[in-house]
């Protein structure tokens, strides 16, 4: 499956819905993917934007939670994370009304892909958002390379990209507005999926 950009697609089997960017490709449709994620890859790029269901961390206050996730990814992924700010989202301009509380954090992280030694600098966007109630934090986050190690498997995709060979045919990389339209439609549908 494929996206174009508008319409709004269902997540977590109908539970949830957001509008994902044009080009993102469901990644469960190549292979699986744990049930608490979704993981959409754009169809010419290395960026991705992964939605995950998380456990309410009580321990940590509201605003220092959206760093906490930010550098457990990083730990599991082995990167080195740098923390470029976080701010709190007005949640009026968010879709998702059963939230306590909403974060968005920009960040980089140098980070191998699979188990290469080639490391890639990668800008991290992501939206936290806190729903106590459920014991569920949610996190979106947009996954956007910017320096891709030439040792690295992505780098024959991103250099056909940027010269003009076969995949930049289609497929314009993904925005911040992209990534701001996903978090700001997102929205719950059927709350029995916390039970």
Same mark, same amino acid.
Do not use: C
């Given at each position: 499956?494929?996206t174009?950009?508008? /319409? ?7 539970? #949830? ?12 449709? !190549? ?8 993981? #959409? ?11 995950? !269901? ?15 996730? #930010? ?8 990167a ?13 301009q968010? $879709? ?7 974060? #968005? ?6 980070? $191998?892909?699979f188990?290469?030694? $080639? ?13 106590p ?19 690295s ?8 990209? /940027? ?21 700001q439609?997102?929205? !719950?549908?059927?709350? $029995?999926?916390?039970?």
């Amino acid at each position: 499956m494929t996206t174009n950009g508008t /319409q709004s697609h269902p997540l977590f089997g109908g539970s #949830f819905s957001a509008v994902l960017p044009p080009d993102a490709i469901d990644v469960s449709d !190549l292979r699986e993917v744990a049930d608490n994620q979704e993981v #959409f890859v754009h169809s010419r790029t290395d960026q991705s934007i992964i939605i995950e !269901l998380l456990e309410h961390q009580d321990q940590v206050p509201d605003q220092d939670a959206a760093r906490y996730h #930010f550098d457990d990814v990083a730990a599991s992924n082995e990167a080195s994370p740098e923390v470029l700010s976080v701010e709190l989202v007005d949640t009026e301009q968010i $879709a998702l009304q059963e939230l306590s509380s909403a974060w #968005f954090l920009s960040g980089r992280q140098r980070v $191998a892909k699979f188990a290469e030694q $080639a490391r890639n600098t990668v800008n991290i966007h992501l939206v936290l958002f806190r729903l106590p109630q459920y014991s569920t934090d949610i996190l979106i986050t947009f996954n956007d390379p910017i320096v891709i190690s030439p040792l690295s498997s992505s780098s024959t995709g991103a250099e056909s990209a /940027q010269t003009g060979g076969p995949s930049a045919n289609s497929g314009q990389p993904w925005t911040l507005e992209h990534f701001r339209t996903t978090v700001q439609s997102f929205q !719950l549908l059927e709350p $029995a999926v916390f039970s």
